[in-house]
């Protein structure tokens, strides 16, 4: 992605950016109507993500910060792009948006210790880890509530330069403000989580880390606009939409 | 898999049997000590299970039957195969084994009705769903208790003729029997489980639910020999290893 003046140009890459260098083609696409981004990254395992991550939401949860990241999975039938519609589930009356910096590894990646781990880390975009709050609460354990299909928007693109330490996280819904934090109020950073998971599992090339949302939490209707920002990184927008 | 007398026999295929017809090549290999067996699946998106799914098991654990499925996600990068060793995580010091029948899904299923589940069942397995119960206590998610590297054994193979309405799930440790349950006693059936699951998200060719673990769980140490069995499809045995 570049910019020159009010444009913004994609450079078109060859080859797989997770299994090689990037090799810019010279071929550059104008950012406008007729382009439609994709969700920049599928992952072939999983997006382990963190819950009440910054001490504000844990309050707004009714919960406190935990002792060790709370780590649950989402899977990749769960991955939806840039304005691809959230389709609200029929088994669910309260889906919420949470903004989120998502990090994408670019190298297996297990016991790595902190302060190696951002060697691991391909690049950052934007997720909105979708959740639907009535399930969140009778199901106990949240793979429905936060795992079904399209809960899981990730994009605009991979930024491969982003500093991760002190960048806001933002949503809007149909353009009021409703989250605005920053990373550097994370209970876990970067470097701590990408090192604290990879003891457990295996991370692979193209798997996502969900960093956890701010305080502004709230509920999203059929019609609605829901944008996720990362300063820096750009915007994730997708309507809302209910079938029935 | 053909059995004649005491020798049993694999049939080879050609292809990709969850994407086409099994093709037999004709080629056939016995099985025995020159025949190392690899985890029959690796899914290309999750692994959906479900915990508490029969009622002695939910009481030994302390709990009741929920009142629907509890579901939970074990990553692919917890799959091993018959007789890969069990590595012990350093983060637990109380890991226990579980047997579960595992269902393997064959067609992209979305919003399948009971009634219509079995068609989108390719056949079944052997599932240990490894778990760290002292993780499991203290996380509240259980994505590292019951995601880390090794804790989902699969195997010996995928049968695609089993009946699953009645056959007996069993473990042993070291030889002696520790669970011996059976699938008419789950609280919630397989073609109900299908279905549950699918009106969230959709499951993939190759994607595994894991049904459930009967009563007797208990906890393995290094040096142990795991065995977990369904009746009529074949034995998992897994040793079990720690590191330092």
């Known amino acids: 992605m570049q910019t020159e003046g009010d444009k913004t140009f994609l450079a078109v890459l060859g080859g797989d950016p997770l299994y090689m260098p990037a090799m810019p083609t010279g071929e550059r696409v104008e950012l406008g109507d007729g382009v439609r981004l994709l969700a920049p990254v599928i992952p072939r395992s999983k997006i382990v993500a963190v819950g009440k991550n910054y001490a504000a939401h844990a309050a707004e949860m009714g919960?406190?910060?935990?002792?060790?990241?709370?780590?649950?999975?989402k899977p990749n039938t769960a991955v939806i792009g840039p304005d691809d519609p959230i389709v609200l589930p029929d088994f669910s009356d309260e889906i919420s948006y949470e903004a989120e910096l998502a990090v994408v590894i670019g190298k297996v990646c297990k016991e790595v210790p902190e302060e190696h781990a951002a060697s691991y880390v391909l690049g950052y975009t934007v997720a909105n880890d979708v959740t639907a709050r009535d399930a969140q609460r009778t199901d106990g354990q949240w793979a429905r509530a936060k795992g079904f299909d399209g809960s899981c928007p990730l994009g605009?693109?991979?930024?491969?330069?982003?500093?991760?330490?002190?960048?806001?996280?933002m949503s809007r819904l149909n353009g009021e403000t409703k989250q605005d934090g920053r990373t550097r109020d994370l209970v876990f950073d970067v470097p701590f989580l990408v090192s604290y998971i990879s003891q457990a599992m295996t991370l692979l090339p193209g798997d996502v880390i969900l960093t956890g949302t701010p305080a502004g939490v709230g509920l999203m209707d059929h019609g609605d606009r829901?944008?996720?920002?990362?300063?820096?990184?750009g915007v994730l927008a997708n309507p809302v939409l209910r079938r029935n």
């Open 226 to 233: 829901v944008e996720c920002e990362v300063e820096g990184l």
């Open 63 to 73: 919960g406190e910060v935990p002792a060790s990241p709370l780590l649950f999975f």
């Open 156 to 169: 605009p693109w991979i930024d491969t330069d982003l500093d991760p330490e002190d960048v806001g996280v």
